[in-house]
């Protein structure tokens, strides 16, 4: 009879116990990230009699089981709000480098710029391999509100998107000016058509290049008197010159208010309008026409063009600190003799009969930038958008995982913590391995179920009032053999 007292209290203590994990899950019913607890009960088996005849101690609970079930999701507006779709959870770090796991996305900027849990806790990311996409290296915090983005110079063109890129059509009709060039101050009386484009030095300054065109008069090759032939590469015919300026005031040495032709060269079209070559020029001084007299004109000649490389011009811009080689790219040419040259001659500059039309002048180079906005993507990536209009990858929200995620430890404040029976930390990009995807404006809601709650508690109610009636029932019949005594 004292065992069934004992048994029904063990009933009464594990009901109760089993009453406060049902009263936990239906308080958290609105907490973000919350993940169910079940109470899984066993019997207590320790009492031997008649033999192998056993009688049962009672109940008790064999453990508290966590229900990692996906949880719906409730729509925000914060780009910082995160929730993942399917498995892993979100890294984070107290300020002393302790590390917990968390399903709650409800990421918010500290102070300093950091992002962090709600709690100050750090979201732990990992950089971005350029090339792949993947994360690389190992996890860091990340500070979002102190992104700069550096800026980049207008490049040399060797490397393709890079340097001044135009395309255009230069008028095979229209007449060669009648005013040389005065290289020190070219004036619009000296080239027939111009377009301008803004490149950016290697700090980010803006500067106006303007790149115009000069058509070239025809005329016969000259003629060796040695030999009485023509000189090959003198004639001159479907030919312009070009000259990229920029403004005196914006060059180092440069004089305010004129137009100074910082380089240049030339280009030959064949008869029927394709870009055959274009060479670079040099601006150079011309010597003396006697032996003494004074030096000759300021002129351009053609010089030598490097391999699998456009014409670069050296800008040596005001404050910049040294001459800053740009990139000139009018198209891939042709060679009009070759049938076996796959190159159309028009997918850059041509001289067709038609007026001139700039179809597009674009140059690589950004200024710098301050972080305007954030978006996270799928994957994790965080992708930072710049007052510069450049957009790029700031860092990787990676997911870990455990293979036994049911025995993680519960802290307290939305936390889990990695034990012994949980298995290492398993790091995955979002979407990849198994690993689930995150969600951004998005928060993943508890995934307690109420109607199963309170059926539960019903339970769990009947149960306790059950083992209750036993503790009293073995109290009477206990009262009842005292009382046989007398």
Known sequence: MIGSLYAGSSGVKTY????????????????????????????????????????????????????????SFEITELDTDLAIDGQGFFTVQDKTGKTFYTRSGQFTYDKEGFLTTQDGMYLMIKDVNPETGASTGSLKRINILDQIDPPQPTGDGVKEGTGINLIANLDSNTKPPKMEVDYANVTPEMYNNSTSVTVYDSKGQEHAVNVVFRK???????????????????????????????????????????????????MEFSFDGRLVNDTPGVIQQAPPAVAGGPPGPVTMIKGAKLPNAPAQIGFNFLGSGGAQQIGI????????????????????????????????????????????????KENGTIDGAFDSGNVKALGKVVLTDFK???????????????????????????GANGAGRIQSKALERS????????????????????????VTTSDEILADMIQMKR
């Open 329 to 376: 790219i009018f198209g891939k040419g042709s060679n009009p003799n070759d049938p076996l040259d796959t190159r159309t001659g028009v997918d850059g500059i041509t001289q067709f009969a038609n007026e001139f039309k700039l179809i597009e002048i674009r140059a690589d180079g950004i200024k710098s930038g301050k972080l305007e906005n954030i978006f996270i």
């Open 16 to 71: 109760s116990h089993d009453m406060t994990v049902t009263g936990s899950n239906i308080a958290n019913v609105n907490t973000i990230g919350y993940k169910t607890n079940r109470t899984n009960f066993e019997d207590l088996m320790a009492t031997s009699i008649a033999g192998d005849t056993k009688l049962g101690k009672g109940v008790n609970i064999g453990n508290i089981q966590q229900l990692h079930t996906q949880g």
């Open 404 to 430: 036994s995620r049911e025995n993680l430890a519960q802290l307290g404040k939305n936390l889990f913590k990695r034990t012994f029976e949980s298995g290492e930390a398993i790091e995955n990009d979002a």
């Open 216 to 266: 070239l008069a025809d005329k016969p090759a000259d003629i060796d008197p040695a030999t009485g032939q023509p000189i090959a590469g003198t004639e001159i015919k479907n030919s312009w010159q070009w000259l990229a300026l920029s403004p005196g005031e914006d060059l180092e040495g440069g004089i305010p208010g004129t137009m100074q032709a910082v380089g240049g060269g030339f």
């Open 447 to 470: 995934n307690v179920e109420l109607s199963n709650e309170f059926v539960r508690m019903i339970e769990g109610q009947r149960a306790f009032q059950a083992n209750a009636k036993i």
